[in-house]
């Protein structure tokens, strides 16, 4: 956070945030610490509620319905919670609670880094209004930009907009939008989260622009993701090929087969067919990944999902 007033912020190239922050002082990742830390901190979620959805290695959704009550308040749980992390783990964490995910999500950014935000139903709307459209879920940069340009700078503005526009200007996402804007989020807490996908990526030691040697990087990069897939029990129909170039600019391109991927052959020789089709135009490469997507049963799964939405209940994230 010390560092976020120079520009540095999560996800960004070490040295991009190098040059923004000269005094940038790098410490070595320490994996096995955060998960431990992070079985920790989930056990203590289960002492409250079993209805956990996790996100991330450090954000999940907890739904509170059924036990609320014997605390007052959904709030007094999330105190609780923070206050057994710090003592326990010795870690600060942010909560937010509303009536459903997608306020509870926006409630846990708003004060961070040791925050705890309610989001009130009388008090939805209003929140909404206030928001710039970039902090609404599922709203990139892009998209951002694209809505500023059609004069949608807040919740509200986006709120007065109506449905079949939404949907004319940004498709499917539109209905989200739209529902969102009016405080409106379905989607139930899933104790058990659906895999989509099965990826595998590698920053190379240097920038590289050989297609030879780019191949042989496949070919290692397949071998780990054949461990994954067998280890997720994965089969998928569809191989993405990421791309991302020495000036971070990223592509991906996504060939489908009416089969499944589950041999190395197959899998290499057509990330190797979408690699050679790439225009590189004399830049050089220093990211590459491979996922397997397209779930063999994510067609029943989805069909058999629609029938399990609930009511809108309260939910702490």
């Given at each position: ?21 000269p ?37 999940a ?30 870690l ?66 986006l ?9 004319e ?18 989607r ?10 099965v990826?595998a ?46 000036n ?11 089969s ?13 067919s979408?690699?050679?089709?790439i ?15 397209n779930?063999?049963?994510e ?7 629609l029938?399990?939405?609930d ?6 994230l």
């Amino acid at each position: 956070y010390e560092a976020r007033k120079f520009g540095v912020r999560s996800a960004m190239p070490s040295s991009v945030a190098a040059r923004l922050c000269p005094n940038l002082i790098f410490v070595p990742g320490r994996m096995d610490e955060y998960k431990k830390a992070s079985a920790k901190v989930f056990e203590i979620f289960s002492r409250y509620t079993n209805l956990i959805e996790q996100v991330s290695i450090d954000e999940a959704f907890l739904d509170v319905t059924d036990v609320w009550r014997d605390y007052g308040y959904a709030m007094e749980i999330a105190k609780l919670i923070k206050a057994d992390v710090r003592r326990e783990v010795g870690l600060i964490i942010s909560a937010g609670v509303s009536y459903n995910k997608f306020l509870a999500k926006i409630a846990s950014d708003w004060r961070k880094p040791d925050g705890l935000c309610v989001i009130h139903p009388d008090a939805a709307l209003k929140f909404i209004d206030r928001l710039p459209v970039k902090a609404i879920w599922g709203v990139g940069p892009v998209t951002s930009q694209k809505m500023e340009a059609l004069g949608i700078f807040t919740g509200k503005d986006l709120r007065e907009k109506d449905l079949s526009f939404l949907v004319e200007q940004f498709g499917s996402s539109g209905l989200s939008y739209y529902n969102f804007a009016r405080g409106i989020d379905d989607r139930p807490v899933r104790t058990e989260r659906i895999r989509k996908q099965v990826s595998a990526e590698i920053t190379l030691s240097k920038d590289e622009g050989n297609l030879n040697k780019l191949e042989d990087t496949l070919s290692e990069l397949t071998d780990y993701l054949m461990t994954r897939l067998r280890k997720n029990d994965f089969l998928g129909r569809s191989l993405t090929l990421k791309v991302r170039f020495h000036n971070f600019k990223t592509i991906t391109r996504t060939q489908t087969s009416n089969s499944v991927f589950n041999e190395k052959s197959q899998i290499l020789k057509t990330a190797e067919s979408l690699l050679e089709k790439i225009d590189f135009n004399h830049q050089t490469v220093r990211l590459l990944g491979i996922a397997i997507g397209n779930r063999l049963e994510e067609d029943t799964e989805n069909m058999l999902n629609l029938g399990d939405m609930d009511e809108l209940t309260p939910r702490l994230l």
